[in-house]
């Protein structure tokens, strides 16, 4: 455990000490200038390396094991026909599976360190305009369908390429109707989605959920949640800020009303 743990810290600052290197470098090297509090900015980047320890020895010990269990036991046919029923299996049996799969996209991505981060920024960017919480949520709902629809997709067979050209081309014809402020942080938001917490998650789930369905590969059908993961987040927070862009009409015309 403790040799883990070790070996772990080690290969984190690994990591994190060619950013600083390049941050330091380009601050003191290429603008030629000090680094205003340099006591803080070296105690946070050591909060950096021992935060993401401990969280990647906690992925490792409690959430991917515990996401690859629970797909593994939600297709047991004990599970999927507790009657002893020898009927095929059908899409309709993983309903719990599919409900599940939502139920953690939501959560991992509401937890996300790099979506609270983006969320924060652009409230900040836009004068409060959009919502921080408002933010999270939308990508949230984004990703629990998202990883749903990735599940069922798995359970069936489908090939992948299908829901993701149809996914796409949804957003292509999103960003002609979104507001203009929303769709570059609509497309970023795909990708804050897949940091160090939705992907072990997600990961193990689509290992274990294609390695218990009849007939399908692990290495062919068990990857791909990640695209849908990073896919639907698009869709959800144009659709958001459209939503929230109609009810603001609505409102102004009431009050334009009111006022006459």
């Known amino acids: ?14 990591d994190v000490v060619p950013i600083a290197v390049i941050l330091f470098g380009f601050q003191l090297g290429v603008l030629k200038r ?23 020895v906690g992925l490792e010990l409690a959430l991917f094991p515990i996401g690859e269990s629970m797909a593994n036991q939600l297709t047991t046919p004990e599970f999927l026909h507790p009657d002893g029923s020898p009927t095929p299996f059908i899409w309709q049996d993983y309903f719990w599976v599919y409900i599940f799969a939502a139920a953690i996209g939501f959560s991992t991505t509401i937890a996300e360190p790099s979506l609270i981060a983006v969320a924060i920024k652009a409230n900040e960017v836009s004068g409060g305009t959009i919502g921080i919480q408002g933010l ?11 990883i749903s629809l990735g599940c069922f997709r798995i359970v069936v067979g489908d090939p992948i390429h299908y829901y993701i050209m149809a996914g796409y081309v949804i957003v292509v014809i999103q960003t002609f109707y979104a507001p203009k402020m929303i769709i570059p942080l609509a497309y970023d938001s795909g990708g804050v989605t897949t940091s160090t917490v939705t992907v072990p998650l997600v990961a193990a789930l689509g290992l274990g959920l294609a390695t218990n369905v009849e007939g399908r590969n692990p290495l062919i059908d068990g990857f791909g949640l990640i695209a849908f993961a990073s896919l639907f987040p698009m869709i959800t927070v144009m659709g958001y ?13 009431k009050e334009q009303q009111d006022a006459l």
């Open 241 to 253: 800020a459209q939503i929230v862009e109609v009810l603001n009409k609505r409102k102004n015309a």
């Open 34 to 56: 000090k680094i205003p509090h340099i006591k803080t900015v070296v105690l946070g980047f050591v909060y950096v390396i021992f935060g993401l320890t401990f969280f990647l």
């Open 136 to 146: 999270r949520i939308s990508v949230a709902i984004g990703v629990a369908m998202g």
């Open 1 to 14: 455990m403790f040799a883990d743990l070790l070996e772990t810290l080690l290969l984190t600052a690994r």
